[in-house]
């Protein structure tokens, strides 16, 4: 038996930048959790890290 190819079509009635909006929107919403656990993490950093930046050394 021959294999059926599968075709979907999305018909999209929204412009480029609404549709490249709203799927900017989701990816936001769905990285939140992990960018405020990764802002955490900088922030509670080694101290290391604090001590170099107050005697003007980059980090």
Do not use: C
Not at 12 to 37: G, H, W
Not at 43 to 54: E, T
Request: aromatic share 6%.
């Amino acid at each position: 038996m021959k294999e059926r190819r599968l075709n979907y079509r999305f018909h999209n009635p929204n412009s480029a930048v609404a549709t490249a909006d709203y799927i900017l929107k989701v990816f936001v919403e769905a990285s939140q959790e992990k960018v405020r656990l990764a802002i955490q993490q900088a922030a509670d950093g080694p101290d290391d890290a604090r001590k170099k930046d107050s005697e003007g050394h980059p980090a």
